[in-house]
């Protein structure tokens, strides 16, 4: 079974810019949650959909967004891209919804550089 | 609320000796746990969870780790450290229920030859 992907792996904008991340999930996985990570913040929670619905959503700006597709891939849209925003964006899948003991399986990220 | 805390941010070890990574946990539930292992330039992988049933769990590449509730602790050890084992690794708690996974805020592993 593939696992999960993300694309693009690297992307470099620049400040004021818009760009959008995708996730494929496994086959069979209904959610898709999004994470943050930086070196001085570690990993944090962006939001997570299950079944094209937002469950959950993280402490993050309103210029993250995100949407799930009926096929269950979801992409992840940052507007007015700010110098902060530099990060690796991971995705993570799993059969159940988030909170329960269902294990979630993280794909390779994508690095995001603003400059 | 729930957190957890790692409480060394690097550890170096010599190739063949044991390795310890420690983790304490806070929830006002019963939590379930991960370890988790990125590798450099690349995602998370699932090493370990534990979900209420053995304390004691045995997760892959040798390595393991054990509830102990008195002590609010999920500590991962392995016996005998290998070069591949060079990593990040984050210890990670959430409680059914719950709405999300909380990460604490990892331990760089090193390997000495």
């Known amino acids: 079974k593939a696992g999960v992907t993300q694309t693009p792996r690297y992307l470099i904008k620049t400040r004021g810019q818009q760009v959008t991340l995708s996730c494929s999930p496994i086959s069979g996985h209904r959610s898709v949650s999004w994470y943050q990570q930086t070196p001085g913040q570690g990993l944090q929670f962006l939001f997570e959909?299950?079944?094209?619905?937002?469950?959950n959503k993280g402490n993050f700006p309103g210029r993250f967004s995100g949407r799930q597709f009926s096929n269950s891939r979801s992409e992840m849209n940052v507007s007015t891209l700010e110098l902060g925003d530099s990060a690796l964006y991971l995705c993570?899948?799993?059969?159940?919804?988030?909170?329960?003991?269902?294990?979630?399986?993280f794909g390779p990220g994508t690095r995001l550089t603003v400059l | 609320a729930q957190s957890v805390t790692q409480l060394d941010s690097h550890v170096s070890v010599s190739e063949g000796t044991p390795v310890l990574l420690r983790c304490n946990y806070s929830s006002s539930y019963s939590p379930s746990l991960f370890w988790y292992v990125q590798h450099p330039n690349k995602g998370l992988q699932l090493l370990l969870k534990?979900?209420?049933?053995?304390?004691l769990v045995k997760g892959i590449n040798g390595f393991e780790a054990e509830f102990k509730k008195s002590e609010t602790s999920f500590h991962l050890t392995k016996p005998s450290a290998h070069m591949s084992d060079a990593a990040e690794y984050f210890c990670?708690?959430?409680?059914?229920?719950?709405?999300?996974?909380?990460f604490g805020t990892g331990t760089r592993l090193t390997i000495i030859p």
């Open positions: 534990y979900t209420s049933a053995a304390t």
């Open positions: 993570a899948s799993s059969l159940l919804a988030g909170g329960s003991t269902d294990t979630q399986y």
């Open positions: 990670v708690v959430t409680y059914p229920g719950g709405e999300k996974l909380t």
């Open positions: 959909y299950f079944s094209e619905t937002q469950r």
